[in-house]
């Protein structure tokens, strides 16, 4: 049952290296999720400034002296909150651990909107499912390999592991 389950550590240990940190030390530090470089914490912060395993940092958060690697892993879990609901609320069918886990990270990645009104739940809920745009899971599932219209290699290279996940 879907409901019964949460992301594994190998699940959670996959999205880390999915994600990427910027650290100094043992300390996560605020970096541009864009480039991935670190941000001045004394400036004004651009948009998509990120910390930890790629938490978008909110008004009102202050992460100036940066966080443990512990506190980098409570707020990933804590931000996987939503991916799982998004999985548990979408999601019809019983799903394996390994499953559960590869359609958390992308509902992660993605967006709980974007996961919700996906082909790839449509195909995971429904074995006869067909659309002529995707004409299977693996295409529609790799198919959300793009940002910003182009498509992204380091994109391309999670939704082939996802899949592969879900898969095993």
């Given at each position: 049952?879907?409901?019964?389950?949460?992301?594994?550590?190998?699940?959670?240990?996959?999205?880390?290296?999915?994600?990427?940190?910027?650290?100094?030390?043992?300390m996560h530090i605020?970096?541009?999720?864009?480039?991935?470089?670190?941000?001045?914490?004394?400036?004004?912060?651009?948009?998509?400034?990120?910390?930890?395993?790629?938490?978008?940092?909110?008004?009102?958060?202050?992460?100036?002296?940066?966080?443990?690697?512990?506190?980098?892993?409570?707020?990933?879990?804590?931000?996987?909150?939503?991916?799982?609901?998004?999985?548990?609320?979408?999601?019809?069918?019983?799903?394996?651990?390994?499953?559960?886990?590869?359609?958390?990270?992308?509902?992660?990645?993605?967006?709980?909107?974007?996961?919700?009104?996906?082909?790839?739940?449509?195909?995971?809920?429904?074995?006869?499912?067909?659309?002529?745009?995707?004409p299977t899971l693996?295409?529609?599932?790799?198919?959300?390999?793009?940002?910003?219209?182009?498509?992204?290699?380091?994109?391309?290279?999670?939704?082939?592991?996802?899949?592969?996940?879900?898969?095993?």
């Amino acid at each position: 049952m879907v409901n019964t389950l949460k992301i594994s550590n190998k699940g959670i240990n996959m999205l880390k290296r999915f994600e990427g940190s910027v650290k100094i030390g043992d300390m996560h530090i605020i970096y541009d999720d864009k480039t991935g470089k670190p941000v001045n914490p004394d400036k004004e912060l651009p948009n998509g400034a990120t910390i930890g395993y790629g938490h978008l940092i909110k008004s009102g958060e202050n992460f100036k002296n940066g966080i443990t690697e512990k506190q980098a892993t409570e707020i990933l879990r804590l931000d996987i909150s939503t991916a799982e609901r998004a999985v548990k609320d979408n999601i019809t069918v019983p799903l394996s651990q390994n499953q559960y886990d590869a359609l958390v990270s992308l509902a992660y990645n993605i967006g709980a909107k974007n996961f919700a009104d996906s082909t790839v739940v449509k195909y995971v809920n429904d074995s006869n499912y067909h659309n002529s745009k995707y004409p299977t899971l693996e295409s529609a599932w790799k198919a959300w390999n793009k940002s910003g219209g182009s498509e992204m290699p380091g994109l391309t290279n999670r939704r082939h592991q996802e899949f592969s996940l879900f898969n095993n």
